[in-house]
């Protein structure tokens, strides 16, 4: 269990230069950049870590690259991460291979323990079981709420990033800030499991799709086969159980039933496409999931989620000096060329398998053109330019 670096009195008394709520790949590569360049940086989270989270745990080539940078590439294999070489899709008891140009498979356990563990040794104070609510401005900086089971603090800070993932974005009051998600949207569903048929090899991706969603599987550390599905509203109530709604999407597909899955403990998510509005106010940004979010069939979230949090950290310097409303325009347009331009080819494979006879059709495709494929895993693992922000 990590545990806290200061407690919940230690961090109120403090003007922080930077509060970041949510410790995942976002707001943890945002710590990390920020408190490597000096900022008082707060980064809480509400949950207790190690902790799961609803995920494919692949780690893409353009997710890799920011690793790099900030010097976690060669730890991954120390901490178990497998690499992965191929991706096999799986549709209507039909198959086909593509080869990956890299990537790591890591469960979001061990992997968000080594991101919040960077963020400390760049010099952010974390603060785990703290769920944080946005307030109001008080003289050149912004309170920030910040509740653990039995007690709550006010703490402020010249800028607040919010790094909260899928949901709604909560602030003390109304919100301002609004994510509302697509009335066809999926809802997300994940667990881990150790006794699964040996078909699930080591270093490939399985992805089935069925009518009803998609199931993404793949071996992570420990020999454990982490699972990550999204499906149509209805179809866990109709199956009966998480476990029972993904096998049922594995046998239409044609791959082997996991037995386990009926017994594993699922975490769910909220609806998965979504938007958010604004993504930028007085002394605040919003970023990675929780700055919207398309369906999670290309596997590219993490990776758009901490380039973001790497391309935010000059915004908030600027912030901290002096804040201007200009930085609220320049982070929703660096934000569209970063992560909204880049989920169009994500959103068209969305709806596309929303649709049985059109996924057929692309899946023909695919499986007798391996160019185009080809042309989508390269598009998905190109590495996020950064754009100048100053
Ligand atoms: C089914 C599925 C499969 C996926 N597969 C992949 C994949 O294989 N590869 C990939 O790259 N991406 C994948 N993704 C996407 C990826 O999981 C997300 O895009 C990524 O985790 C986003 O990072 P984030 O930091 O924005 O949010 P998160 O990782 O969700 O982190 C948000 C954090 O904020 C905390 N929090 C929430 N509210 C508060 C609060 N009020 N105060 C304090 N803390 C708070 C949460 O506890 C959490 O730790 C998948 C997603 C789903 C649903």
């Given at each position: 269990m990590m545990r806290p670096c200061l407690g919940l009195e230690g961090v109120a008394d403090t003007v922080w230069d930077v509060i970041i709520l949510g410790a995942g790949p976002a707001g943890t590569i945002a710590a990390h950049q920020l408190a490597t360049s000096g900022a008082r940086t707060l980064l809480v989270d509400k949950r207790l870590f190690p902790r799961g989270k609803v995920c494919g745990a692949c780690l893409n080539a353009s997710a890799l690259g920011v690793l790099k940078s900030v010097g976690l590439d060669g730890h991954l294999c120390e901490l178990g991460g497998i690499r992965l070489d191929g991706l096999e899709l799986r549709f209507a008891g039909r198959s086909a291979r593509l080869n990956l140009p890299g990537g790591i498979a890591l469960s979001r356990e061990r992997l968000d323990v080594a991101l919040v563990d960077l963020a400390v040794a760049s010099g952010a104070v974390f603060l785990p079981q703290t769920a944080g609510l946005v307030g109001p401005i008080q003289a050149d900086a912004r309170r920030v709420a910040l509740v653990q089971v039995d007690r709550a603090v006010a703490a402020r800070a010249r800028v607040v990033l919010v790094?909260?993932?899928?949901g709604q974005v909560r602030f003390?009051?109304?919100?301002?800030v609004k994510s509302r998600s697509t009335a066809r949207s999926r809802i997300g569903a994940g667990c881990l499991v150790?006794?699964?048929?040996?078909?699930?090899?080591?270093?490939t991706v399985f992805m089935t799709v069925g009518r009803n969603g998609y199931v993404g599987l793949v071996r992570v550390e420990d020999g454990q086969l982490n699972v990550a599905a999204a499906f149509n509203k209805y179809h866990v109530k109709e199956s009966g159980s998480p476990g029972a709604a993904a096998n049922r999407i594995l046998l239409e597909a044609g791959l082997a039933p996991v037995p386990a899955l009926d017994n594993a403990a699922w975490q769910g998510t909220a609806s998965l496409t979504r938007q958010t509005r604004p993504i930028a106010g007085e002394r605040f940004f919003v970023l990675g999931d929780a700055a919207g979010y398309i369906e999670p069939?290309?596997?590219?979230g993490m990776a758009w989620a901490m380039a973001s949090g790497q391309a935010i950290a000059p915004l908030v310097w600027r912030g901290i000096k002096c804040w201007e409303p200009s930085l609220s325009r320049t982070w929703v347009l660096l934000h569209r060329r970063l992560v909204t331009r880049r989920q169009y080819l994500c959103r068209a494979l969305a709806t596309l398998l929303h649709h049985p006879g059109l996924a057929h059709a692309a899946f023909e495709l695919v499986a007798r053109v391996p160019g185009v494929a080809r042309l989508i895993i390269e598009q998905v693992n190109a590495s996020a330019a950064l754009p100048q922000t100053s």
């Open positions: 790094a909260t993932g899928l003390e009051g109304e919100s301002p150790d006794n699964f048929p040996d078909v699930y090899h080591q270093g069939f290309t596997g590219e």
